[in-house]
DNA sequence: ATATACAAACCAATCAGTCGGTTTCTTTTT
DNA sequence: AAAAAGAAACCGACTGATTGGTTTGTATAT
């Protein structure tokens, strides 16, 4: 019955938003009475928090077995950010997330409860990370901008869903790494620099 | 009194996001009856949608002014991107715009009436871009990556503030763009070429 | 005198949450 | 094994508060 809640809440959050997905919505979708809800949650505030935990801990399970699969590929990085992508930022995952991480901000009690979990998640990509790339490449900053990256690319899917999902941006992005790893390797006390970028190299 | 009306319901959606900004908290911060409201919004969507219009339509012209300071400046790309992080991805306006753009994926009609301005902001930070980067430079995709970037890290920022405000990660990415376009103008036949990339480097 | 600008009381609908009562299952008693 | 007792699961009507929106009334200014 839990679970079945849980279900229910999360199919909600994506199909009417944090403020649109009502207990009455949220029951009806579950074909469940009211007071069997009641006898199962205190409060809608300890469903919704109990439906993000469970998502978010299925993600982080998710997330650790992606890490697994990635031995043996070809091009280890590439597929970590297609499958991250796939799993993370598209679908329910994403749209719930986004409700979430917004609700958050103005919602101290949530934030207390989810902001746990959220690093979890985080951390769980940071394996699988290190499965994909060489310790001495980067640290964690590249898998940061590369979440960011991600974040930002799903924000956009939301608001006008393009055709072929991004994938050419992956791919462009995937480059710019490469490349940034590679001038790393060959000039590898240049970097911090930080002189002139574009305005320069006209 | 319109612009009294806007003004509050944008510091509303800021503190208390976009469910938490009923008619009755939004008037009681703009110190305005409900009879005066009524008189010059037929409904609360019309006043968020003109809130957000008016908050979009000032950050367009931001934008596009904020290519005119780039001229002169010894590293334009890191100044575009300071400044579009400053003005767009930090304080009221981001808080407002991850309201919106969470609230458009579920509600058609405010999506339709905001899907425009979103558009005509995204166009005047490419005409900065364009003042900043020289055409062969790489298109707009790098641009829409630059941007994904700075979305994303504003979405940390809102799920914790840190200290430096991801200062040293705004570094980090203007270094790998500089290596991209570097490596590009060495070898830019070598683009798009999509082989391996951390796995091998190893 | 008429229209604009505002104010406050008012409205139906909906919200999260409660409450008395019923069913269903388990445990204990005989 | 049968009956009694108790706990857990469940139901739907109800509550008070709040929602977006309306209506009635009153200034002020042209």
Do not use: N
């Not at 801990?57 to 499958?83: C, H, K, N, P």
């Not at 995952?93 to 101290?108: G, I, P, Q, S």
């Not at 911090?192 to 970028?197: K, V």
């Amino acid at each position: 019955m839990r679970a079945l809640l849980i279900e229910a809440t999360l199919d909600c959050l994506q199909a009417h938003g944090f403020h649109g997905a009502s207990l009455s919505v949220i029951l009806k979708q579950a074909g469940v009475s009211r007071g069997a809800w009641a006898h199962h949650f205190p409060s809608k505030q300890e469903l919704i928090a109990a439906a993000a935990e469970a998502m978010m801990a299925d993600a982080a399970a998710a997330a650790r077995a992606v890490a697994a699969t990635l031995d043996g590929q070809e091009d280890r990085f590439t597929s970590l950010i297609e499958q991250v992508w796939q799993r993370f930022y598209c679908g329910r995952h994403r749209d719930v997330l986004f409700e979430l991480v917004v609700a958050c901000r103005t919602d101290r009690a949530l934030a207390g409860r989810l902001h746990p979990v959220f690093v979890e998640l985080i951390d769980s990509f940071r394996g699988a990370w290190g499965s994909a790339t060489p310790d001495a490449t980067g640290g964690g900053d590249l898998l940061t901008l590369t979440l960011f990256v991600l974040r930002g690319m799903a924000m956009q899917e939301m608001l006008a869903e393009s055709p072929d999902g991004q994938a050419a941006l992956r791919g462009l992005w995937t480059g710019v790494t490469r490349d940034f790893l590679q001038s790393r390797h060959d000039r590898p006390l240049r970097r911090p620099s930080g002189g002139p970028l574009l305005g320069a190299v006209r």
